[in-house]
């Protein structure tokens, strides 16, 4: 089934090296307009490598970009202004999310947050990768090296949540 993403779960996939993992657990990745502005137009600016990766995803077709339509425009105006925390992407990802009854990949707390209050099912790049290595597109070194890899490169997460996460991948016991 197909997945909309915002983009931070793009950008650090692509950063660990496992954007490969959306392909292969959902087949297609939905994302808005602004969310191809902040994770490839901007990123190529910045000089961001992972720019590059997702930028050729788009290439091939299994990351498609959605145009918003006036109606979406306006309500994620609307969000944007009633909630400031919330980003134009995040806004455009959940109005898409809604429209099509598809999952949603976000990592942002707020985003998150008022997904859940439109009734979404929302995950993350952490679920992203712990669902590669159930599925068996990962090892459970794979998975750990990716995870730690994430840390190294910036990703914030709670020590006591990392610890818990790494000791779930080393005994497969949730």
Not at 137 to 162: A, C, M, N
Request: hydrophobic letters at 40%.
């Amino acid at each position: 089934m197909p997945v909309v993403c915002n983009s931070s779960p793009l950008m650090w996939l692509s950063k660990a090296g496992r954007l490969e993992l959306l392909k292969r657990l959902y087949g297609r990745v939905l994302i808005p307009e602004e969310v191809y502005r902040e994770t490839v137009e901007k990123g190529l600016a910045e000089g961001f490598t992972d720019a590059l990766v997702v930028k050729e995803a788009v290439e091939e077709g299994w990351v498609e970009v959605s145009a918003p339509t006036e109606a979406d425009r306006e309500l994620c105006r609307r969000m944007v202004e009633r909630a400031p925390e919330i980003h134009a992407g995040e806004a455009q990802a959940i109005t898409i999310a809604r429209k099509t009854g598809l999952p949603l990949l976000m990592d942002e707390a707020s985003g998150r947050s008022l997904a859940e209050t439109f009734g979404l099912k929302v995950n993350g790049t952490v679920y992203v990768i712990l669902k590669g290595l159930d599925k068996g597109y990962l090892k459970r070194e794979e998975t750990i090296e990716t995870v730690l890899r994430l840390v190294e490169k910036g990703f914030r997460i709670e020590p006591r949540l990392l610890s818990r996460i790494l000791r779930t991948i080393e005994t497969g016991r949730g």
